[in-house]
C-alpha cells in the first residue's frame, strides 16, 4: 500500500540469531517505518546492532520502553522464556506487534492472546513468512481446487545442521531460555504450514522426538511426527539439526488420487521447484515443472519477508488481519504441543 503514514517501531531482541536479518528487511521500507527504540533483550548483547542505529534511544526492560519509548509497533525477537510476557505487556498498551516464530514455548502461554488483540484492534504479524511464498500458495491452491483429488499423504522432510557447529552454548540450546528444541524452533514452519496449505484440522497426532546427534544437548535435535488431519490425510514430518556442514535438506512430497507433487523450496537457482505427475487418462501422461523466480532481496526470507511486513502495515491502516493472524500462531502451537506430548508420553494423541 502507498501513501502509508511513518510508523514507530520499537526492536527488541537485538542479537537474536535473526534480529540483523529483520532490520536489513526494514531498510526496504525506509519511507514507512523508523525505528525508534531498541530493547537489547537476550543477553543484553548489541554485538549486531547496525552503526545507523547507534542513537537510538534504548530501553533495559520492558516496563522502561513502554513508560519512555515512543513507538506505535514493536519487532520481537526474543526467546522463549522472554517472548510471551513481552508480547501480552505490548497488546495489553495498545501496540501492534509482530513477533518471531514460534513466539512462545507452548500455547498456554499465549492462551490470551486472540481476546486481547481483538479487544484493542491491534495489528498482529508473526514470522511464519513461508505464508507468503510463491509456491506454499499455489500449492494451497491446488488442494483448494481440488486438483489432488482426495488427498491421501504429504511427506515433510527438513535435514540442517548439527548441533555442534550451531554452538551447543547458543541458548537455543538452552532448556531455560528454550525451553524446546528443534521442533519448535525450526519444525514450526512445516507444522504452521501444513494447517495453511490443507486447510485442514489436526485429528491426533503420534511423535518421537529426542537427542539423535552426537552432541549433547538437553533438548531435543530432531525427529518424526505423524499427523492424522481431517478427510482422512495423512502427513509426516522427519527432521532435525543432523548435517555435518551448514546446509540443508528440505522437500514435499504430496500425494492424491489425481496427481502427486514435489516440493523442493531450496533449489538452486530458484526460489522453489515443483514438479507436478498427472493423470493419464488415455495416451499421454501430464508431468510439468514450475520454478519460482531467482530473489536477491535483501534480508530475512527476501520478498516473502517484505510481503510479510508490507501486511503487518497494511494491518496497522486497515484493520484487516494479517495473513499470520493470532489465531493462526496459537494453532501453531497448539499443534506442536500435541507433538511433545505425544512423543512423551509415547502414545497417539487425539484432538
Not at 262 to 288: C, N, Q, V
Request: glycine share 10%.
Amino acid at each position: 500500500m502507498t501513501n502509508r503514514p511513518r510508523r514507530k517501531i520499537a526492536f527488541l531482541g537485538v542479537d537474536h540469531p535473526h534480529g540483523s536479518a529483520w532490520r536489513k528487511l526494514l531498510d526496504g521500507f525506509v519511507e514507512q517505518v523508523e525505528i525508534s527504540a531498541i530493547m537489547a533483550g537476550l543477553d543484553g548483547g548489541l554485538a549486531s546492532l547496525e552503526e545507523k542505529y547507534a542513537a537510538v534511544p534504548r530501553f533495559a526492560d520492558i516496563e522502561t520502553l513502554l513508560n519512555d519509548g515512543e513507538f506505535e509497533g514493536a519487532i520481537v525477537c526474543l526467546s522463549n522464556r522472554e517472548s510471551p510476557s513481552v508480547v501480552r505487556r505490548l497488546i495489553n498498551s495498545g501496540k501492534h506487534v509482530l513477533v518471531e516464530k514460534p513466539g512462545a514455548g507452548a500455547a498456554s502461554e499465549l492462551s490470551s492472546l486472540v481476546a486481547a488483540c481483538e479487544e484493542r484492534a491491534i495489528a498482529f504479524q508473526s514470522g511464519y513468512m513461508w505464508r507468503y511464498d510463491d509456491i506454499a500458495n499455489r500449492l494451497k491452491t491446488m488442494v483448494a481446487d481440488g486438483q489432488f483429488g482426495k488427498l491421501v499423504h504429504i511427506d515433510m522432510k527438513f535435514v540442517t545442521v548439527d548441533v555442534q557447529r550451531r554452538d551447543p552454548n547458543h541458548y537455543l540450546f538452552d532448556a531455560e531460555q528454550s525451553k524446546r528444541g528443534f521442533f519448535n524452533w525450526l519444525a514450526c514452519h512445516h507444522v504452521d504450514l501444513l494447517s495453511f496449505i490443507t486447510d485442514r484440522e489436526l485429528v491426533a497426532v503420534t511423535a518421537k522426538l529426542g537427542r539423535f546427534g552426537e552432541t549433547d544437548t538437553p533438548l531435543d535435535d530432531g525427529g518424526t511426527a505423524i499427523f492424522e488431519l481431517e478427510g482422512n490425510v495423512l502427513a509426516t514430518f522427519t527432521g532435525g539439526y543432523w548435517l555435518p556442514r551448514w546446509d540443508g535438506v528440505s522437500q514435499w512430497s504430496l500425494y492424491g488420487s489425481k496427481r502427486w507433487v514435489h516440493w523442493y523450496p531450496t533449489f538452486p537457482d530458484t526460489s522453489g521447484r515443483l514438479e507436478i505427475h498427472g493423470p493419464k487418462p488415455h495416451w499421454f501422461a501430464m508431468d510439468d515443472m514450475y520454478d519460482s523466480p531467482p530473489d536477491s532481496t535483501p534480508g530475512y526470507g527476501g520478498s516473502r519477508g517484505m510481503a510479510l511486513v508490507d501486511d503487518w502495515l497494511d494491518s496497522f491502516q486497515t484493520g484487516v488481519p494479517c495473513r499470520n493472524s493470532p489465531e493462526s500462531l496459537v494453532k501453531t502451537l497448539h499443534w506442536m504441543d500435541a507433538v511433545y506430548q505425544a512423543s512423551d508420553n509415547g502414545q497417539r494423541v487425539s484432538f
